[in-house]
């Protein structure tokens, strides 16, 4: 039976830390959209120091911030976004559209269309984190979506000079020096300078996630893509030092990331907690991985694989790093998961930053029900029918009268009795069911 070597805060605490957030967007999105610009400005003023007039980067500012990375730097960028540009070109190469004809004179069919308008959150007050460009840009440049606004909030007091080369080539068409709960407000519901799309993606905080999740449904989302999560499964085939990187590698991300370890092995359970505790001393973020650890930091000890794939699932995190004797039986049998990384010689940053699969992954048990961004979350895949022959178009009509009518939908019947009688010429009385056709 498992057990828990080391515990994280309480559900309880968790719930009502998410309700004061809960609260705290809904009223500020409500200002957003009463106040429009006067209300972002007063945000970004407020919550990241920030003032200007316009938002909106210029061409000339968007080409300063590019001309103070190395030539190194562009081309680190570059590398990373053609993984990203590849693997996401590979996906796209799946959604096919399709044409069937289900019954003689009948075609049926859907086609994928991407969104017009999308709007590409990449987070940055902590950390200028650029890999976020490319996992949305050019994931929806690679979908086809038309108009791609992408916001991230200023970093030291201006726009983040790599998150803006990264926008930029990555193929964004609006770039805008806004982050938090303002930048997805002003994209979601627009403003006076800032028309509104059609849907948002990115990570980011609980606050950005929150204020996602509230705009649902006036917008779409990608998903629930909130705080970090990792979860590391392994047995006695790794050391305490990898799986302690592994942890904290995620842990650092912010106060509220979870980080778990999932083993078989009480050895390496013990030897994990206090390898966490040497690596603490020595590093750099260990402010901010040091609070997420002693808070949302778990070591969980299973009797065996069995039960902790069960675990794995119930758990559902965003993260997966999975190191065993036994990896390709996870990666056949775990369900609920954000994205998977295999071996030892693999691990989350490389996913995070450039191999090439997105970063951008459910978290809060959402794996439950969906996958990461990936291009489909840009398509829209929309069906289409026509009907070729009087004989088609008698036949269905005839099944469709008489079960519109079985429902008690007169006004159904008649869309199919009035193309009975023209096309199948036969009388049928006004909101009545159509007579079985002979069959020919």
């Not at 009502?16 to 967007?25: D, S």
């Not at 500012?61 to 976004?81: G, P, V």
């Not at 204020?211 to 006036?218: S, Y």
């Not at 990792?230 to 979870?258: F, M, R, S």
Request: charged residues 25%; proline residues 4%; contains cysteine.
């Amino acid at each position: 039976m498992a057990y828990q070597l080391k515990s994280s805060k309480p559900v309880q605490e968790r719930q009502e830390a998410q309700r004061q957030i809960r609260e705290t967007v809904e009223l500020i999105l409500m200002d957003i959209e009463k106040r429009g610009n006067k209300a972002i400005r007063e945000l970004s003023i407020n919550f990241d120091n920030y003032d200007r007039r316009d938002y909106r980067l210029s061409e000339a500012e968007i080409n300063s911030c590019m001309k103070r990375l190395s030539r190194q730097d562009i081309h680190d960028i570059e590398f990373a976004q053609e993984q990203v540009f590849n693997f996401a070109r590979a996906q796209k190469a799946c959604l096919r559209d399709l044409e069937i004809e289900t019954r003689p004179g009948v075609i049926l069919g859907h086609k994928n269309i991407p969104i017009n308008a999308v709007g590409c959150y990449v987070p940055g007050g902590k950390y200028p984190l650029l890999a976020s460009a490319h996992m949305s840009i050019i994931t929806a440049n690679v979908a086809g979506c038309s108009r791609i606004i992408s916001c991230a909030p200023p970093f030291g007091g201006e726009p983040a000079p790599a998150i803006v080369a990264a926008q930029k080539m990555a193929g964004a068409t609006e770039i805008f020096a806004l982050g938090g709960i303002q930048a997805i407000g002003a994209m979601a519901l627009g403003t006076d300078t800032l028309a509104p799309v059609d849907m948002l993606v990115g990570p980011g905080n609980a606050y950005v996630a929150e204020a996602k999740r509230q705009l649902f449904g006036r917008v779409g989302i990608d998903l629930f893509a909130g705080p970090t999560e990792t979860l590391v499964i392994a047995d006695d085939t790794v050391d305490a030092e990898i799986c302690a990187t592994d942890l904290l590698g995620q842990a650092e991300h912010g106060v509220t990331t979870p980080a778990i370890l999932l083993t078989n092995s009480l050895k390496l359970a013990k030897e994990t907690l206090t390898e966490i505790e040497r690596l603490l001393e020595k590093l750099p973020t260990a402010d901010v991985a040091r609070q997420s650890w002693k808070d949302y930091g778990e070591i969980i000890v299973c009797d065996s694989y069995d039960e902790m794939l069960a675990e794995a699932d119930s758990i559902a995190s965003e993260h997966v790093q999975v190191m065993t004797d036994r990896d390709d039986w996870f990666l056949e049998n775990l369900t609920n998961f954000g994205a998977l990384f295999l071996g030892p010689r693999t691990n989350v940053a490389y996913g995070d930053k450039v191999i090439g699969t997105n970063h951008t992954l459910p978290t809060q048990k959402a794996a439950r029900y969906t996958g990461g961004l990936w291009v489909g979350k840009f398509m829209k895949t929309c069906t289409w029918q026509k009907v070729l022959s009087d004989e088609a178009t008698a036949e269905i009509g005839s099944y469709c009268s008489r079960l519109s009518l079985l429902e008690g939908f007169a006004g159904h019947a008649e869309q199919a009795n009035i193309r009975v009688r023209r096309y199948g010429n036969t009388d049928v009385p006004y909101a009545t069911p159509a007579p079985v056709r002979e069959k020919v």
